[in-house]
């Protein structure tokens, strides 16, 4: 029961989900094809075209034509041989160069009707194609062969006259319910040809071609092109189609899955021999047709500046296109085509989804002509052990720019294991420096992943520089204009606004006077205490046998009023001998008729003494100023 429900499934999975799983029965038993059935006129002539792989031993190996009889397959003709009954009128020519070779039978007769093989090596050993051979009166067209290489492209031309211009036109491949329509020119297209086919209108009118690409071991098999409709207008023509597998032909990429604002490489076969065909990279579009997105003579399509480039790689006869910055609207099939080389164009579908790409980095960046400038780009661990690099985008490709190491004027490429980063850096930043440039990875010569940078140099103040990109002064002030005369991104966010020019130039000036003045007071204050107080420790201090201090009254007022000043307290004394005192402030001129006051008794000088001990001590201890005063003395009143 299991059984049958699993081969229930089988059956309900469609035909396009096995595609390419398995190839025909007659791929694998035999890589050599042929026509399957060849028609001549009595008396006539007929050619038989039959192809093989290229290898090195087939090129080289015995070609035979021979006929069927039971077991065995007699030789009629082959590389080195004739059959008597054919000689004269029979010949194999082998042409290696175009994978085929051909029998070539003339002076037609009814004997020359049967069945044939055309094979390669010794009859009967599988290398062999099997042909019919009818003679009629009426011969109809042959289909016309084509023998196409596994995941390779397949072009046939077809034409009907003028008078078929204006008709539909169609391709269709025949199957047992009849002949499934491919694509016509309504663009009703078959699902498992969505995108990898191509119909096109050429010259003269009625004329038009039909481009299959990523030929499948399905897509062998008996088709159809024709003006009109099939079964009911005779403008058909019958095209055998045969598949199979070179291992030496490159397995191309049928589908690319792409990251929003990431990349996509796509890879392109041509001619290398071909060095002045024109390549050209198509999108195909939903309502028919397609668009040319860049071309190898420099054709870039409005829009895609700085996206897509074209890479020449002629060692290994491909040509790499590079799309980045995707984008939803970048879903769709891209063609690789040639204006002379239709077999070697090949198509590849994108899919866009969504997710962080993995180089990363600023995508815009604007300075100033002669900053200093580093362009970032952060790469995974994934691709550590890859090559990276930097390259300046133009209309024909992006040449890759040379290391710091390598000494040479202008920007210079670095990488940074640690942190992971590959740096571009301009020191000086000059005008010729803008415009787009690539961060990349490479490995065995196949371009990887890459991250785009528009590099904008303004000439004016209003330039933004992005602060990790370039080095400015961190010990500017705020509000300060940075070098360029330009600000910041964080600082215009945060709403900063410049200093006027003559706020800034009053502040300055004031800073510049007081400065100076403060430390010029402070020396002097400092230096008049000093001297002060070395006069005073020279003094004699009493005259015991007069009674009277030795020291000079002058100086002793002085340092009193020098303290006392500065306390802003007023000094107050009693009259003498009944005259009357006016209390002040600034009392220097009392202050000196006091000193000549005599003092008459052993009280007046220890009063004295005393008063200049507290004075000198505060002065050594740095009290010039403060509340500290020197204390006040009143006089005795005179004795009679």
Not at 57 to 79: A, E, P
Not at 87 to 101: C, K, M, V
Not at 110 to 123: H, I, K
Request: hydrophobic share 30%; charged share 25%.
């Amino acid at each position: 029961m299991t059984l049958l429900a699993f081969v229930f499934l089988l059956a309900l999975l469609p035909a396009g989900s096995a595609r390419g799983r398995h190839p025909p029965k007659a791929a694998i038993s035999s890589p050599v094809f042929g026509p399957r059935e060849v028609q001549g006129v009595l008396g006539g002539s007929a050619t038989v075209k039959c192809f093989y792989p290229p290898t090195p031993v087939n090129r080289h190996d015995r070609k035979y034509w021979c006929r069927l009889q039971g077991s065995r397959c007699v030789t009629v003709v082959s590389s080195d041989y004739v059959a008597p009954a054919y000689q004269g009128r029979i010949s194999l020519s082998d042409h290696p160069e175009a994978e085929n070779f051909q029998i070539n039978i003339s002076a037609l007769g009814l004997e020359d009707a049967g069945t044939f093989q055309c094979g390669v090596g010794v009859n009967g050993r599988g290398l062999s194609h099997t042909v019919t051979v009818r003679i009629v009166e009426d011969p109809r067209e042959a289909a016309e062969l084509f023998y196409v290489k596994l995941r390779s492209t397949w072009t046939v031309s077809c034409s009907f006259g003028q008078e078929t211009a204006s008709i539909r036109k169609y391709l269709c491949k025949q199957e047992k319910g009849g002949c499934r329509n491919i694509v016509d020119s309504h663009q009703d297209i078959d699902p498992d040809f969505q995108g990898r086919v191509l119909l096109t209108f050429e010259e003269p009118p009625g004329t038009f071609s039909v481009t299959v690409t990523q030929m499948d071991w399905e897509d062998t098999g008996l088709y159809y092109c024709g003006a009109g409709e099939y079964g009911k207008d005779d403008n058909l023509k019958e095209l055998d189609v045969f598949v199979y597998e070179d291992k030496n032909f490159p397995q191309l990429k049928t589908k690319v899955i792409g990251k929003t604002g990431g990349s996509a490489t796509f890879e392109c076969l041509f001619d290398p021999l071909k060095k002045s065909s024109t390549r050209f990279w198509r999108k195909l579009r939903k309502q028919g047709g397609y668009e040319t997105i860049i071309d190898s003579t420099g054709f870039v399509k409005y829009g895609y500046d700085g996206r897509v480039a074209m890479l020449d790689n002629p060692e290994n006869r491909s040509v790499t296109v590079i799309l980045n910055q995707l984008q939803p609207k970048d879903e769709g099939s891209y063609w690789c085509m040639s204006n002379e080389l239709k077999e070697q164009q090949s198509s590849t579908e994108l899919k866009v989804v969504e997710g962080k790409p993995a180089l990363t980095g600023d995508k815009r960046v604007e300075a100033q002509p002669g900053s200093r400038v580093d362009l970032t780009c952060s790469y995974p661990c994934q691709y550590y052990s890859y090559e990276k690099y930097w390259c300046k985008w133009n209309y024909t490709g992006c040449p890759v720019l040379p290391g710091q190491q390598q000494g040479v004027p202008g920007p210079a490429a670095s990488c940074n294991a640690s942190s992971r980063t590959v740096q571009l850096s301009f020191d000086p930043l000059t005008e010729d420096d803008e415009g787009w440039y690539w961060c990349g990875v490479k490995r065995n010569g196949a371009f990887g992943e890459t991250m785009a940078v528009q590099l904008l140099v303004s000439s004016g103040s209003d330039a933004k520089h992005s602060p990790e990109l370039l080095e400015v002064d961190s010990s500017r002030e705020s509000g300060a204009v940075p070098p360029g005369g330009a600000y910041s991104d964080a600082e215009v966010r945060r709403g900063a606004v410049p200093e006027s020019s003559e706020e800034s130039r009053g502040s300055n000036t004031l800073a510049l006077v007081l400065g100076p003045l403060a430390g010029l007071i402070l020396i002097v204050v400092t230096a008049f205490a000093i001297v002060k107080y070395r006069q005073l420790k020279r003094s004699d201090l009493v005259s015991v046998g007069s009674y009277r201090t030795n020291i000079s009254m002058s100086d002793f007022e002085s340092v009193r009023d020098f303290s006392a000043s500065n306390g802003a307290k007023e000094i107050q004394e009693t009259p003498v001998g009944g005259d009357e005192f006016i209390t002040t402030v600034d009392a220097q001129e009392s202050a000196a008729d006091t000193t000549k006051a005599k003092r008459s008794s052993k009280e007046d000088a220890e009063l004295a003494y005393s008063s200049f001990l507290v004075t000198s001590d505060s002065i050594a201890q740095g009290g010039s100023g403060g509340d500290s005063a020197v204390p006040e003395v009143s006089p005795p009143q005179d004795r009679v």
